[in-house]
T-cell receptor, first 120, second 112 residues
Framework: GAVVSQHPSWVICKSGTSVKIECRSL??????MFWYRQFPKQSLMLMAT?????????EQGVEKDKFLINHASLTLSTLTVTSAHPEDSSFYIC????????????????FGNGTRLTVT | GQQVMQIPQYQHVQEGEDFTTYCNSS?????IQWYKQRPGGHPVFLIQ?????EVKKQKRLTFQFGEAKKNSSLHITATQTTDVGTYFC????????????FGTGTKLQVIP
C-alpha cells in the first residue's frame, strides 16, 4: 500500500517554457504533500509543502512564482516550473504522508519515482 | 534553520565488512527516519525511531536514536553487494510544523 505515482518520469524542454509535474497518491489520501529537489550526488532539499485546499508553504530561497504548486484534491498535487532555465535542470521528487487521523502524525514519507527535468 | 549532517560522505567497504553511518541534527528531533536510495531511484523508507535511546534491528541493519534525540546511527553487519546505495537519515522537527529535513547522505559502495 501507500503508493505515490509521479509523472512524467523525465522531460526535456526548451528554455523559457513551462513544465508541469504531477504527483498522485494512489491508495491513500494526503492532505499534505512535499516537493523535493535533488542535484546529482546531493541530498534531497525540501522546496515546498503542498497543502490541500490552501496555499503551499515554500522554503526559504524557493521562488513561489517560479515553482507553482497546486494541491486541488486529497490525491493530487502538481508542481509547475515556469519559464524554465538550464539551472532548473534537476531531479524533482514528490512525497506524501497518509492522513494523520488514520496513521498518526509520525508516519513515514512515501516517495514518487521522481522526474528528471532537463532544460536546454 | 535545522541542519542534519551525516558522516562519512562516502564509504567503500569489502563485501563482508561492517559499515556505519552517523547522523547529527542541529536541533532536537521528534523522530528520525532512515531511507535508502539506489542509483537512479527514489528514496525508500527503511525505519523510524521515535523514543530517546531507541534501538531497532532489521536483519543485518541496526538503527539507534541518541538519548538527546539529536543523533542517530545505522550499522550494517557483514555488508553485501545489495547494500549498495545512498543512506539518508531524515529528521522531523519537534515543533508543530511537521517538516522533514534530510541528512546529507552516505554513499556506500561494496566491493565484491
Amino acid at each position: 500500500g501507500a503508493v505515490v505515482s509521479q509523472h512524467p518520469s523525465w522531460v526535456i524542454c526548451k528554455s523559457g517554457t513551462s513544465v508541469k509535474i504531477e504527483c498522485r497518491s494512489l491508495d491513500f489520501q494526503a492532505t499534505t504533500m512535499f516537493w523535493y529537489r535533488q542535484f546529482p550526488k546531493q541530498s534531497l532539499m525540501l522546496m515546498a509543502t503542498s497543502n490541500e485546499g490552501s496555499k503551499a508553504t515554500y522554503e526559504q530561497g524557493v521562488e513561489k512564482d517560479k515553482f507553482l504548486i497546486n494541491h486541488a484534491s486529497l490525491t493530487l498535487s502538481t508542481l509547475t516550473v515556469t519559464s524554465a532555465h538550464p539551472e532548473d535542470s534537476s531531479f524533482y521528487i514528490c512525497s506524501a504522508r497518509p492522513q494523520a487521523l488514520l496513521t498518526g502524525l509520525n508516519s513515514p514519507l512515501h516517495f514518487g519515482n521522481g522526474t528528471r527535468l532537463t532544460v536546454t | 534553520g535545522q541542519q542534519v549532517m551525516q558522516i562519512p560522505q562516502y564509504q567503500h567497504v569489502q563485501e563482508g565488512e561492517d559499515f556505519t553511518t552517523y547522523c547529527n541534527s542541529s536541533t532536537t528531533l521528534s523522530n528520525i527516519q532512515w531511507y535508502k536510495q539506489r542509483p537512479g531511484g527514489h528514496p525508500v523508507f527503511l525505519i523510524q525511531l521515535v523514543k530517546s535511546g531507541e534501538v531497532k534491528k532489521q536483519k543485518r541493519l541496526t538503527f539507534q536514536f541518541g538519548e538527546a534525540k539529536k543523533n542517530s546511527s545505522l550499522h550494517i553487519t557483514a555488508t553485501q553487494t545489495t547494500d549498495v546505495g545512498t543512506y539518508f537519515c531524515a529528521g522531523m522537527n519537534s515543533g508543530g510544523y511537521q517538516k522533514v529535513t534530510f541528512g546529507t547522505g552516505t554513499k556506500l559502495q561494496v566491493i565484491p
